[in-house]
Nanobody
Framework: QVQLEESGGGLAQAGGSLRLSCVAS????????MGWYRQAPGKQRELVAV???????NYADSVKGRFTISRDNAKNTAYLLMNNLKPEDTGVYFC???????????????WGQGTQVTVSS
């Protein structure tokens, strides 16, 4: 069993900031990558940012310079600091984790339930 618990979503004004958190728990032996995806109504889910265990990071072009992803390996937690928010950032944000469990020899992909982020103009 692996569970991802997201928090930090809500309503923000354009130009404001929000910080999302994702805590992974359960029978986890190691976590390879942690990342965030988002999805707006009528649109495909898209990658926002991803970070490896050793700190390599990729961002979507639309959030470069505004969002910062980080992780605390000791706490199995990933963060997404969103600065200078725009209405276009509105959507459901999902935590994504690739992790190995004690009873498997491979990495599996896990998803959080999603947290709503709404940015008003």
């Amino acid at each position: 069993q692996v569970q991802l618990e997201e928090s930090g979503g809500g309503l923000a004004q354009a130009g404001g900031s929000l910080r999302l958190s994702c805590v992974a728990s359960g029978s986890i032996s190691s976590i390879n990558t942690m990342g965030w995806y988002r999805q707006a109504p009528g649109k495909q889910r898209e990658l926002v940012a991803v970070i490896t265990r050793y700190g390599s990071i990729n961002y979507a072009d639309s959030v470069k310079g505004r969002f910062t992803i980080s992780r605390d390996n000791a706490k199995n937690t990933a963060y997404l600091l969103m600065n200078n928010l725009k209405p276009e950032d509105t959507g459901v944000y999902f935590c994504n984790v690739r992790a190995g469990r004690y009873d498997t020899a491979y990495f599996e992909e896990f998803w959080g339930q999603g947290t709503q982020v709404t940015v008003s103009s």
